[in-house]
């Protein structure tokens, strides 16, 4: 981590004990992976076969939503009647996949009521209209004959937008998933949150396209004919909407837990048939192989950047083009535009990221140190611009700042006397919390807007008050986060097991798991006392790959030491580690699929001498190490 160092204990989580045992007997699970299972809430034996085995069964009731009644009936009275219907999405995967959806759903309902529906979509420029549904799209929007307007991904915060929409007799329909301001709603026919204050729905945690799947799911359930409608809605038409909301509620981050996960298991597996020509093509390029399982990951880090990269540095309704167009040669164009943005995007993030490394590099040098939060901007020391940042990128390099420090992060960029920025946070750390207590009140308010969630922030304020929300906000992080917090940091793993525990048997259970992301993390696992096998290879100047085995039963497995934060080469070099050497493990297991070079291999997270070495050069005992430097 760059900073100053910090204690750093490594820490297996309870053992399970009875509970365990029976889910592992009455499942056919290892041991290990029941114990994991219980100690993430699965302790009853059909908890855990409902994760392990997700279905559409799972899928909650729509209709529990609050306004879902309302919205349903709205919607389908403007699709019988022919009127222009608007949906106002967002510029990131979430918004795009939302209008994809509900759009998709809108017009199919549309023909089983015997109409050619006229379903319209805006999705704002992020520089020119910026973030939330405009006051002049909306009067626009009335201009042009549209008498129902419906937000996805957005909209829960737009009181103005829907005071407009109120002025000039339109329809409102808000379907979000962002924390409602001080739990007032907007006045609307129906507003769909499962966040909202008295919403009853039972699964919290929807993307903004969850949200609008969900009416969708509504809509063409009160529309199904009989019951062979209903089969097919059921076996096909749903099935095939999750595959794109799975990408969606993957790269929105938010836990794949409960319905999320659901939505996200079953998506990845019918991710391997595309049927879109687009999405075909984008794969392609992504250089996903649909001929074997698709993981988060994949999705994550291949998928997701490329759909972003239309709205991050051009126009996001390319995606949405892309998504709907039945033409092949059409859809092919706009995907390989899509990959053409995310290497622009990835040029212009690497030479920001460049210079933003520097400064952090300088302040660790300094007496004073990294602050608890990071504030950047785009201006140097004497106040003048340095290199304008790309609005576009200004979240990932705020992502790859909390990577690199483990400290929350804003990252701005000025344009024109605004500042606009975009913020990442750190595990039990509140970031909308911590922007809505700077802000401040009335018309002295800080910031010109702001949004988001714990996580992840997006907001704007003039270029002049920037030092002042520096300020506030290292006045706030100091008094909210706790000693033990700042002072420690934990290497968690679930379980400890013998390298020889991992049998085709576990490794296949282990799968079961997934998908893993934001919620539901890749199991970390411990083995004690492994001896190196093999010589130290430096990769890349910084990472390690080795072979250990276990001494006691000879089972041995590849492994690369990999971290942002960590220069593992540079730890071996000082710790003297060698082939021979016993070590103390914290891993995860990799699939690799390569068709040469393919089979599991471990990521190792973490490692120390049995000798009492940390990876960091501290000294261990008992599992508990004080290192000159945490790894993480």
Not at 91 to 111: F, H, M, S
Not at 264 to 285: D, K, N, T, V, W
Not at 566 to 573: D, K
């Amino acid at each position: 981590m760059i900073g100053e160092g910090k204690s750093a204990w490594w820490v297996v989580k309870a053992q399970a004990g009875g509970a365990a045992e029976t889910v592992a007997r009455e499942l056919k699970l290892p041991r290990a992976i029941a114990e994991i299972l219980v100690c993430r809430g699965m302790s009853e034996v059909e908890q855990a076969r409902a994760f392990l085995f997700p279905s559409l069964d799972q899928l909650h009731d729509p209709m529990l939503m609050l306004g879902m009644g309302a919205a349903v009936a709205r919607l389908r009275s403007a699709l019988a009647a022919g009127e222009p219907v608007l949906i106002y999405g967002d510029y990131d995967v979430d918004g795009t996949v939302a209008t994809v959806l509900l759009k998709t759903a809108a017009e199919r309902a549309a023909a089983v009521l015997g109409v050619v529906a006229d379903v319209q979509y805006h999705i704002p420029h992020r520089i020119r209209e910026g973030y939330g549904m405009q006051e002049s799209r909306i009067a626009a929007a009335a201009e042009e004959g549209v008498r129902l307007v419906v937000s996805v991904d957005t909209g829960i915060r737009a009181f103005a937008a829907a005071e407009e929409c109120k002025r000039l007799g339109l329809d409102l329909i808000v379907t979000d998933h962002h924390l409602p301001e001080g739990g007032g709603v907007p006045q609307a026919v129906a507003v769909l949150n499962p966040n909202q204050v008295g919403d009853e729905y039972p699964y919290k945690e929807l993307c903004g396209a969850g949200v609008a799947f969900k009416l969708a799911q509504a809509l063409l359930e009160s529309t199904a004919r009989d019951e062979d409608d209903r089969k097919r809605l059921r076996e096909k038409t749903l099935p095939s909407f999750l595959k794109l909301l799975a990408i969606a509620t993957i790269a929105d981050a938010v836990p794949l837990t409960g319905e999320n996960r659901v939505i996200a298991s079953i998506g990845l597996r019918e991710l391997r048939r595309p049927s879109q020509p687009g999405l075909r093509a984008l794969m392609e390029l992504a250089a996903i192989d649909a001929s074997q399982p698709i993981s988060a990951t994949d999705v994550g880090f291949r998928l997701a950047p490329r759909i972003n990269a239309a709205g991050r540095m051009d126009i996001a309704s390319d995606v949405v083009e892309m998504f709907l167009s039945k033409n092949a040669e059409v859809a092919r164009t706009l995907a390989e535009k899509l990959h053409r943005l995310n290497d622009d995007r990835r040029a212009t993030e690497v030479e920001a990221l460049r210079e933003i490394e520097a400064r952090l590099e300088k302040s660790v040098a300094s007496s004073e140190g990294l602050p608890p939060i990071l504030v950047l901007d785009d201006m140097s020391e004497d106040g003048e611009p340095v290199r304008g940042w790309h609005r576009g990128v200004v979240g990932i390099l705020a992502s790859r700042v909390v990577d690199r420090t483990g400290r929350p992060a804003l990252v701005i960029t000025h344009e024109d006397g605004q500042a606009h920025g975009s913020g990442r946070s750190v595990k039990g750390f509140h970031l909308l919390d911590a922007l809505t207590a700077v802000h401040g009140e009335g018309d002295e308010g800080l910031f010109t807007r702001f949004g988001g969630h714990a996580h992840a922030v997006g907001f704007s304020l003039p270029s002049e008050r920037v030092a002042e929300l520096r300020s506030r906000m290292e006045l706030y992080v100091r008094s909210h986060v706790l000693d033990d917090e700042t002072e420690h940091e934990q290497t968690e793993c679930d379980i400890e097991v013998r390298l020889g525990e991992i049998t085709p048997e576990f490794l296949n259970a282990l799968e079961l798991l997934g998908p893993f992301g934001n919620g539901n993390p890749e199991p970390v696992l411990m083995s004690c006392g492994v001896r190196v096998a093999s010589a130290l290879k430096v990769v890349k100047d910084r990472h390690l790959r080795l072979s250990v085995e276990d001494a006691a039963d000879g089972a041995r497995f590849g492994g690369m030491a990999w971290s942002r934060r960590s220069n593992w080469a540079e730890l071996a070099q000082q710790n003297g580690w060698a082939q021979g050497d016993s070590m103390d493990l914290a891993y995860r297991l990799r699939h690799n699929r390569h068709p040469d070079f393919g089979g599991w291999e471990l990521e190792i997270i973490n490692l120390r001498g049995s000798a009492g070495l940390s990876s960091s050069g501290g000294k261990a005992t008992g599992g508990k190490a004080t290192p000159v430097r945490t790894q993480s």
